[in-house]
């Protein structure tokens, strides 16, 4: 191979390699105020994910956490990190998922005493892969949810269209509603704020998802008391 095949290779797998990127840029607001801005990333059986709280948030609770999913087929993860920098809470911690044996191990990189095996679900999901997987389902269903060590078996539901005005333009959307049952005994664990409880029994979930072959995540809405969080797009790239 000449050095302009080589040349020319390695310019088509880096080409390739950036059209199957994806990455999506979301606000999470609380009472109409940006509280965090949330980047998310899809490449190569990857997902990384990057929280951050604004600058008016950190006055009440700093937010700066990283997460990061490697998933064979289908969006099962096949391991899922997490490292959480917050106001009084920290965590560093590795979750490996052996589903031949239906068992996960997390690994705490920060406190070995929280090292732990638990079972779960051949088809448990992260709560990042499961809304990756969630976006290319096409009728209801159910799916497994691992929160934090606690597994749930959550509902989702399509219920309906609308048109949204955003950050991207004016879309059709799909709307999914999601409910929660937890199926593990253990009572669910304090967690990072990006995800804390929204797995969770009392609250519903919903995602508008664009209605096309794209997907997209454009807004999510947790209807938690005394008043919901959203979650907006700001931009999306592939």
Request: aromatic share 16%; proline share 3%; with cysteine.
């Amino acid at each position: 191979m000449n050095c302009k095949t080589k040349l020319f290779f390695i310019l088509f797998i880096i080409t390739f390699f950036n059209l199957q990127a994806e990455k999506i840029y979301l606000s999470i607001r609380y009472l109409g105020l940006k509280v965090a801005n949330i980047v998310m990333e899809d490449t190569e059986n990857k997902i990384s994910i990057y929280g951050q709280s604004t600058a008016l948030a950190n006055i009440a609770a700093k937010l700066d956490n990283y997460y990061f999913v490697e998933y064979d087929s289908d969006y099962l993860p096949i391991k899922y990190s997490k490292k959480i920098v917050q106001k009084n809470y920290f965590e560093d911690r590795i979750t490996y998922y052996n589903r031949e044996n239906s068992i996960a191990k997390m690994i705490s990189f920060l406190d070995s005493s929280k090292d732990c095996k638990y079972k779960i679900k051949p088809s448990t999901r992260d709560f990042f892969s499961s809304l990756f997987f969630l976006r290319n389902q096409e009728k209801s269903g159910e799916l497994w949810v691992d929160a934090n060590q606690i597994i749930w078996k959550v509902k989702y539901e399509f219920i309906g269209e609308e048109t949204i005005n955003c950050a991207i333009g004016k879309v059709d959307a799909r709307i999914v509603k999601i409910t929660c049952e937890k199926y593990s005994d253990e009572n669910p664990k304090r967690s990072d704020m990006l995800t804390n409880n929204l797995v969770n029994e009392k609250n519903v979930l919903y995602f508008w998802f664009t209605d096309d072959e794209r997907r997209i995540p454009i807004k999510a809405k947790y209807s938690m008391k005394p008043f919901p969080v959203i979650w907006k797009i700001e931009s999306y790239e592939k």
